[in-house]
């Protein structure tokens, strides 16, 4: 069965203190992992999709990276406006197009001042 | 670009009653999902439509229907509504036939009371 699991389900950090989210998955045909922020009563907007195993994107304070059992997000030096749900997802494979996204519950992070 | 837009924004109906909520896709995109997010879970698939017509479906029951028009844009229909309905409604738009990025718009949060 796909699955996603998202680990910690919530991280407090100190403004400046770097970690990482996890986001391991179980999917037959990956056809891409994707990140998103999303804010309390907002719809998840999108910060990067990876491919294939040793990909790794990066914006800003965050840095996406791609194995074949899991994905990284790394946010370097945070700051309090970087508080949000991370949420991962993974695209299925459907008949040979694009199938749906199956989430993960999301991390919750919180950056104090 | 006004991305994905949806409305209403807001919604509260009582049980028993049918809602119907709509969705324009981003510019250029031609494939319309629809996902429901209860409170604290990540985002889970309902249905996804593409040339007018309904391509893959989640574990949602028969009361949960869509539309998608010539312009693109779609409507959820949820009938006889139920207390548990209560979430955000979320769509996210994509380009068929690539590997690309599917973006979300604000959703609607639906009370049922």
């Known amino acids: 069965e796909d699955q996603v699991t998202q680990s910690p389900e919530a991280l407090r950090l100190q403004e400046g203190e770097s970690s990482s989210l996890n986001c391991s998955y179980t999917v037959s045909g990956l056809r891409g992992l994707f990140w998103y922020r999303q804010d309390p009563g907002k719809g998840p907007e999108f910060l990067f999709t990876?491919?294939?195993a040793g990909e790794e994107k990066e914006k800003e304070r965050l840095k996406a990276t791609l194995t074949k059992k899991e994905s990284f997000l790394h946010i370097t030096a945070p700051k309090p406006e970087d508080s949000a749900t991370y949420l991962c997802?993974?695209?299925?494979?459907?008949?040979?197009?694009?199938?749906?996204?199956?989430f993960g519950k999301g991390t919750k992070l919180s950056v104090k001042p | 670009d006004a991305g994905v837009t949806q409305s209403p924004t807001h919604l509260i109906k009582t049980r028993g009653q049918q809602v119907t909520l709509r969705c324009s896709p981003k510019s250029g995109h031609d494939t319309v999902s629809w996902y429901q997010q209860a409170l604290g879970q990540g985002p889970q698939f309902i249905f996804q439509?593409?040339?007018?017509?309904?391509?893959q479906r989640g574990n949602f029951p028969d009361r949960f229907s869509g539309h998608q028009f010539p312009n693109y844009s779609s409507e959820l229909n949820v009938n006889a509504l139920l207390l548990g309905d209560s979430a955000l409604y979320l769509c996210?738009?994509?380009?068929?036939?690539?590997?690309?990025?599917?973006?979300f718009g604000q959703g609607t949060r639906l009370t049922v009371v």
């Open positions: 990876l491919y294939s």
């Open positions: 997802a993974v695209r299925t494979h459907y008949g040979g197009s694009q199938g749906n996204l199956i």
């Open positions: 996210a738009s994509s380009a068929t036939g690539k590997l690309t990025e599917a973006f």
């Open positions: 439509y593409y040339e007018e017509e309904e391509r």
